[in-house]
Nanobody, 124 residues
Framework: QVQLVESGGGLVEAGGSLRLSCAAS????????MGWFRQAPGKEREFVAS????????TYADSLKGRLTISRDNVKNTMYLQMNSLKPEDTAVYYC?????????????????WGQGTQVTVSS
């Protein structure tokens, strides 16, 4: 089992920035990659970004490229998501998740471990 705890969400004005964190504990040696997903009210959960744990290979949702930076600190077992130029449509609950195998990064079904989510609200 891998336990995940997100933090860093909050209320921000449009154009502002937030940095989300996701701390992993437990069987972290089994982590191949970690990812961020988000879910807005009434919408399906969507892929945001992913990073492999050893090589740091990143994948971003096409619609979000240029505004996000995903990173990780292997010593702290923590993943980060820097979000800039935030828009009201970025409002959602942001979840971090762990993938244990080299499967598609964008499919939520490939992530067996999830955090509880952190709310991001962007005001216009």
């Amino acid at each position: 089992q891998v336990q995940l705890v997100e933090s860093g969400g909050g209320l921000v004005e449009a154009g502002g920035s937030l940095r989300l964190s996701c701390a992993a504990s437990g069987r972290t040696f089994s982590v191949y990659a970690m990812g961020w997903f988000r879910q807005a009210p009434g919408k399906e959960r969507e892929f945001v970004a992913s990073i492999t744990w050893s090589g740091g290979l990143t994948t971003y949702a096409d619609s979000l490229k240029g505004r996000l930076t995903i990173s990780r600190d292997n010593v702290k077992n923590t993943m980060y998501l820097q979000m800039n130029s935030l828009k009201p449509e970025d409002t959602a609950v942001y979840y971090c998740a762990v993938r244990s195998r080299a499967l598609s990064a964008i499919s939520a079904a490939n992530y067996p471990y999830w955090g509880q989510g952190t709310q991001v609200t962007v005001s216009s």
